[in-house]
């Protein structure tokens, strides 16, 4: 299958979680939003603001995951199965053909985890970008910062709610568009 180098689906997950420390003794974290932005590469245009909930199966939405994230156990309740919510990347968005990237490795690693867990195929080709860690390295830090950091040290404005995965998927597009303009600025064409 022929890698698509037109878009890169820049994502966002929000997931369950606690307070200080790990999950409940029977809860494991849960997906319970998919934000997703795909990236045209051509013009930089970020094409869509989207928001997937989905139905923890495996846990519940606990107060400080609301306080941090503003969704509410209601909210997911309405959501989408996870299986079916990594259809809509497969089918909707050719998630296997494309490169997709996330602001660090949790995303990732929590999607091949869900997926293992659930018996779920993973929606994903092979290649995904770390802009987190591509951002550090080509700013030269010491260390990775945050995402509001890396729009602040752009000139950028953060955009919505910090930690709703359709808002946080639509700023880490615009950062990795910003990295990519730098990156092809650097190349002559001859």
Known sequence: MAKRLDQVLVIDIESTCWEGGPAPKGETHDIIEIGLTPLELTTGR??????????????????????????????????????????ILEEEYHAPERLWASYGDYDRRQFEKQCRDQGVRYPFGPSHLNVKTLFALSRRLPTEVGLPQALALLGLSLEGTHHRGHDDAWNVAAVLWELLKKLREGFTIG
């Not at 970020?46 to 509410?72: D, G």
């Open 46 to 87: 970020r094409l869509e603001k989207r928001s997937i909930l989905v139905r923890p199966e495996r846990s519940k939405v606990s107060p400080f995951c609301t306080q941090l994230t503003t969704l509410t156990q209601e909210q997911v309740d309405g959501g989408i199965l996870f299986k079916d919510a990594c259809k």
